[in-house]
């Protein structure tokens, strides 16, 4: 083996040394992490209050915490969209909430116009944080409705946890 | 920075820092020392590189451990990747090499931990670490046991720190 790889040619440091030059690496690195953040085009908030979301979402759309959607139920002017299959739906939704799945977008906007078009704030959720319909939804919502939508930030999860009022069934 | 911190009494130039009461054994070999840096810190690259590049979705993937505060998964999907990404690649060249597995060794028994309360919770989620973008790599103990292999590499250069870099002769 080459001299110059023997084990000593990085040099042992010091127990401090050893710390201060990782914490010097960790806040370097942290630094270009903000830097590169700010100059990306899929650059995110760094506190996301500003924004009220936690959830990094496409343009347009908003979270909501489900404390803040539990507050928005009691005013009938916010309707709640549920993107999950109608079984999931049936099993338990938020009260009032309309069943609208991507896969049937088209079909039950028609069924629900009125109500939709009514709205002045609409909140679309589906099962869980990761899941992708409530999004989806939203989304389209959005090309042909003006009103606020945010995407319920724990999905029916999160609701549910909260112990926030649960209907069963088909109807909403 | 390696060579410059070497204790109190000034050692003449090119004495191996080895002590006499630890004996070098195979572990201790350069050779070993090289696998283990690249092996790691390569392993750190190469899975920083997609999360820095989508800050949004690696964020979204913090949230889902719900461990932090909603208001702290930003500053962790911006910043984590990046840590990774520059402990990474100084341990693969060998600059500040005991720092870099420092660091990396933090991290992974962070990565433990926050797995762990996660899977005890029961909480089904993606594990966000190898391909974060591609998904479908759900979060396990086979995940947090390779963490745990991982620990070895970055102590094995923390015990016998090596590097690609010659030591500066002052």
Redesign the interface.
Known sequence: MAPSLAPSAAGRSTTGGVVLGALAMLVGAATLGFAVNHFSPHGIPVFPQAASTPLPLPAGLKAISPRDAQAALKTAATVFVDARAPQEYAAGHVPGALNIPPSEFEARLLDHLDAIEGARAIITYCQSVECSEAVEVGERLLESYHGRVYVLEEGWRGWQAAGYPVRQGARP | ???????GLPRPPG????TARRR?TWL????V??VCRVLLGGIFVYTAVPK??????F??LV??Y?ILH??M???V???????E???GA?LVV?L?????A??IG?MLLMFIVAGSLALLRGLQ??CGCFFPLLGGHKLGWDVLVRDALLLLPAAQV?A????????RRR
Not at chain 2, 1 to 7: P, S, Y
Not at chain 2, 15 to 18: G, K, R, S
Not at chain 2, 28 to 31: G, L, M
Not at chain 2, 96 to 100: E, G, I, N
């Open positions: 920075m390696a060579g410059l911190a070497g204790g004495c191996p820092a080895v070098p201790a070999h350069p050779a020392g090289a820095l590049m989508r800050p949004d979705e964020a979204r949230y889902g719900r909603p208001d998964v930003n500053l999907g911006i910043t984590l990747p990046w840590v990404l520059v402990a100084f060998g500040l090499p005991q720092s870099a420092l660091l933090a989620i993606e923390l016998w720190p090596s590097s690609f870099v010659p030591r």
